[in-house]
């Protein structure tokens, strides 16, 4: 799983932003989220380290299966 550390987040709308780590000297970029692919979406919060999953969308790559780390 990579990781990363959430940058911006929607609770209203029910989605987010990524901030994924540098993996093996390449940039991991900022990917989109979206609350039914994270398990304790209502509990995340901004800056939070978080591991994920990536998948292409039709938008680009995109985070599934975002869990919150300690």
């Given at each position: 799983?990579?990781?990363?550390i ?30 039914s ?15 994920f ?18």
């Amino acid at each position: 799983m990579a990781k990363g550390i959430i940058k911006k987040l929607n609770n209203e709308r029910g989605f987010g932003f990524i901030t994924a780590e540098v993996v093996d000297g390449k940039k991991g970029g900022d990917l989109f989220f979206h609350r039914s692919m994270a398990t304790d979406f209502d509990t995340m919060n901004e800056g939070d380290p978080v591991e994920f999953e990536s998948e292409d969308s039709k938008k680009g790559p995109r985070a599934v299966n975002v869990k919150r780390v300690a």
